[in-house]
């Protein structure tokens, strides 16, 4: 992009620029790069709007790395209820941990690329938001905003996953990353990356972009060829279906099963018990049920309805079963006589502290849908 288009687009983010509790006022102050990890964590596959009380309740609890790296996972779960793709919030606590053990008392964000990338969670985006909006480095990025920003401005008629060549010997990604290399290699780098990312949000839209007032429509090949939607090219979306059932299993003191191993979905986080059935399931206790209870101990099956729920490219459609036990937790047992199979990791929780163990929604909403 020429000089005169980037100062445009300066001079219409310091008119425009959101108030977010994550930006400064004053545009050109370093941020604090915690800060700008957390949020910019948070803001992949996720709206600005849902991640704005989200990112203001997790820095009141987690204002520091220091603090951060001293929680456990359960915690940092339930302060990211919600927000979906639950690896993210695994790799925050991992990468604390580590920044924490790495620089003791300073913790510290790395101040390189290559040290950034090597942590669990942080990509070339999030090493290069980091540095440049924390550390003011002529750092580049690349978010969907920018690819589209980039498709639309240069006529790309590839996206950066795409397999072939963009020409020269150049991989796809590489020639989308080479444009924004070219805007990054600024003295005012961080105030042009940003600057891209909220035109993207609120004028480059994919669906009804503001093009009349876009500061970069001089320049714009789509848009001076009356060909803005065409670009980016459009990528088939994979959804894959799955029905299941899940298992809201109490026992006789009022305790819910909950397992964090072995299960279709939120691996390694408390969850009920679920696995795939048929739309057309028989009436009663199914046979994989009795992987986590004794059939014997059984005084109650309560067909509860199904609800919709989305995980990633999983298009999600459960049925709740309210199963209540005989005997107590501590004596609750799987049909083979043994205690449940430790591959799932089981805990029984009280059925007060649901809201707090229970970190994920695909649980909470089967649990409502048992105690309605």
């Not at 219409?12 to 957390?38: E, G, H, M, Q, S």
């Not at 070339?124 to 909006?133: D, K, W």
């Not at 046979?287 to 990633?312: M, Q």
Request: hydrophobic letters at 40%; glycine letters at 6%; a positive charge.
């Amino acid at each position: 992009m020429e000089s005169n288009i980037l100062k445009r687009l300066r001079e219409w983010f310091k008119k425009n620029a959101a108030t977010l509790p994550w930006r400064p006022a004053d545009l050109d102050a370093p941020r604090d790069p915690y800060a700008v990890w957390i949020s910019e964590t948070m803001l992949q596959q996720t709206q600005v709007a849902t991640v704005r009380d989200y990112y203001i309740k997790w820095m009141e609890r987690f204002p520091d790395i220091e603090t951060l790296a001293k929680a456990n996972e359960e915690e940092v779960f339930r302060y990211w209820q919600g927000l979906g793709y639950y690896s993210r919030a695994r790799n925050i606590l991992k990468t604390a941990k580590m920044v924490s053990e790495m620089h003791n008392a300073r913790c510290e964000m790395p101040r390189t690329r290559k040290e950034l990338e090597a942590l669990p969670g942080i990509g070339a985006y999030t090493a290069g938001a980091i540095l440049s909006l924390a550390y003011h480095q002529k750092e580049a990025i690349l978010d969907g905003n920018l690819v589209r920003i980039f498709a639309r401005f240069y006529a790309l008629d590839f996206l950066p996953t795409d397999k072939a060549s963009a020409g020269k010997n150049e991989s796809c990604a590489e020639a989308y990353w080479k444009y924004a290399r070219e805007v990054a290699d600024s003295p005012k780098a961080y105030m042009h990356n940003e600057a891209l990312m909220e035109l993207g949000r609120t004028v480059c839209r994919s669906k009804n972009p503001d093009c009349a007032n876009c500061p970069l429509n001089g320049g714009c090949r789509a848009y001076t060829e009356g060909r803005t939607g065409e670009f980016p090219p459009k990528r088939e979306r994979t959804q894959r279906d799955w029905h299941g059932t899940a298992l809201v299993v109490e026992s006789a003191d009022g305790k819910l099963l909950a397992v964090s191993a072995g299960q279709a979905f939120l691996a390694g986080q408390a969850t009920l018990p679920h696995f795939e059935s048929p739309r057309n399931a028989t009436a009663g206790l199914p046979a994989e049920a009795e992987a986590y209870l004794n059939a014997d101990n059984v005084v109650s099956i309560k067909e509860c309805g199904s609800f919709r729920h989305n995980i990633t490219v999983h298009k999600i459609e459960c049925r709740v079963l309210h199963v209540k036990l005989s005997t107590k937790a501590s004596k609750c047992v799987a049909s083979s006589g043994n205690k449940i199979d430790p591959r799932f990791n089981a805990t029984w929780v009280k059925k007060e502290a649901t809201a707090k163990k229970f970190a994920n929604s695909f649980s909470l909403k089967a649990i409502k849908l048992a105690f309605r």
